[in-house]
Antibody
Framework: QLQLQESGPGLVKPSETLSLTCTVS??????????WGWIRQPPGKGLEWIGS???????YYNPSLKSRVTISVDTSKNQFSLKLSSVTAADTAVYYC??????????????WGQGTLVTVSS | EIVMTQSPATLSVSPGERATLSCRASQSVSSNLAWYQQKPGQAPRLLIYGASTRATGIPARFSGSGSGTEFTLTISSLQSEDFAVYYCQQYNNWRLTFGGGTKVEIK
């Protein structure tokens, strides 16, 4: 059974870079039918797609975050990573990683990691 | 950007009753729509994709319908474990977007 697990600092200072890694187990990140993505959810609010990556390194980013986001993949470690620069308190959220089925371009998310809360505060 | 609008924001339903949740897209997304369930402190779980196809392991009391801009998630007979927040998501466009969610609470 495929599982995803987010890891990284739970506290980041304003103006610094948030860095998270998602480790995939129970399956290969190099599967041809899937993208891998990051989604976030501010406390008490809804879901926002951040971006997605294919094992080859091809990426799609949410235009509202594109200038600050970098998503990368390490197939040797079965991991993909998120970097979000110049963070502010508005970036405080639970960050999820998930697998996306490739449909048209991108598709639906299944399964999801358990999520990790990242707080931006000095 | 395709804006997804869910209604109502909160739905109060008694156990055993039917719940009907709506999701509207600002432009046609064909049948490229998914539904998720999220319980407090948990990650979202995929319920429906392709507007009407149940994901693996999802009970038959969950059904999805619609195409174009209007979609519905129906829970035929609410069980205690179904009280949660439900989100729709479109994938007709590479810029993936979610609705704001509908909270289904116990009446």
């Amino acid at each position: 059974q495929l599982q995803l697990q987010e890891s990284g600092p739970g506290l980041v200072k304003p103006s610094e870079t948030l860095s998270l890694t998602c480790t995939v187990s129970g399956g290969s990140i190099s599967s041809s039918s899937y993208y891998w993505g990051w989604i976030r959810q501010p406390p008490g609010k809804g879901l926002e797609w951040i971006g997605s990556i294919y094992y080859s390194g091809s990426t799609y980013y949410n235009p509202s975050l594109k200038s600050r986001v970098t998503i990368s993949v390490d197939t040797s470690k079965n991991q993909f990573s998120l970097k979000l620069s110049s963070v502010t308190a508005a970036d405080t959220a639970v960050y999820y990683c998930a697998r996306l089925l490739q449909w048209l371009v991108l598709g639906w998310f299944d399964p999801w990691g358990q999520g990790t809360l990242v707080t931006v505060s000095s | 950007e395709i804006v997804m609008t869910q209604s109502p924001a909160t739905l109060s339903v008694s156990p055993g009753e039917r719940a009907t949740l709506s999701c509207r897209a600002s432009q046609s997304v064909s049948s490229n729509l998914a539904w998720y369930q999220q319980k407090p402190g948990q990650a979202p779980r995929l319920l429906i994709y392709g507007a009407s196809t149940r994901a693996t392991g999802i009970p038959a009391r969950f059904s999805g319908s619609g195409s174009g801009t209007e979609f519905t998630l129906t829970i035929s007979s609410l069980q205690s474990e179904d009280f949660a927040v439900y989100y729709c998501q479109q994938y007709n466009n590479w810029r993936l977007t979610f609705g704001g969610g509908t909270k289904v609470e116990i009446k």
